[in-house]
């Protein structure tokens, strides 16, 4: 199957977004250890939380004002850039909700789910896995969350807090636009490199196996009894497990493992995540 790389806002004050800036892309992660802080960034309101700083490397602040727009899919059969759609952006397209949102905040609130949550927006859109120069321990060789892509991330934490969705364990890629969003949202994370794309724009069947089987026993494990497991990853690599192109940047899909299989239940953007979270 083909397969592309690349692809009511929350209010923020002004000292939010330069710490986030900041605190954001002077970092270039750990190693893989988990990280955890006391809460989710959602809950704060005068400064964000700041993953722990690059030992040896530090990547230049990023500018706090600039934001690319949002890449979301046309009308009919034309995708990204005006390109016919592909499958998978097809069946993201017309991917339709198997619970009404009652059933599924009440199932959350409960425990038992796997979500998927593709990272924030950022300020470019191009497959950097596949530049040689890239280093999934420096920020600075990498794409980057814009200040969407923060506001994003701090609205679903905010939601999960505000709806009381227990959240067990947050997964993420190694890249750091991935644990970053993971960072905002739930003030916690584990990375693990099996979430990471193959480095290639153009995948061959072998890469997109190796990508499906990276994410496949993520999203089929069961949760400890009442919580939900958060997986925070990217695009191609979802698309490799389920045929869908989780499209744009920051939606999420609600997955219902079962040991050996799952189900996709529901697909919600940032803002969904806030109306469910109005519900309760």
Known sequence: MPHFSGRSPLKIGTSLIF??????????????????????????????????????????????????????????????????????????????NKVSDEELLKGLKAGGYVVFIRHGQTEKDYADQADPKMDVNNCSTQRTLSEKGWKQAIMIGAAFKKASIPVGKVTSSEYCRAWQTAELAFGKYEKNGKLNFAKAEEYTDEQVKEMADGITPLLVAKPAAGTNDIIVGHDDVFEAATQIYPAPQGISYVVKPEGDKFELLAKLSPEDWEKLANMG
């Open 19 to 96: 710490a986030l800036a900041l605190g954001l892309s002077a970092c270039g992660g750990g190693t893989g250890d988990t990280k955890s802080t006391q809460e989710p960034a959602a809950a704060k309101t005068t400064a964000a939380p700041a993953p722990a700083e690059e030992p040896t490397k530090e990547a230049p602040a990023e500018e706090p004002t600039k934001e690319a727009p949002a890449a979301t899919p046309s009308a009919g059969s034309e995708g990204y850039g005006g390109e016919e759609m592909t499958p998978g952006e097809k069946a993201n397209e017309n991917f339709k």
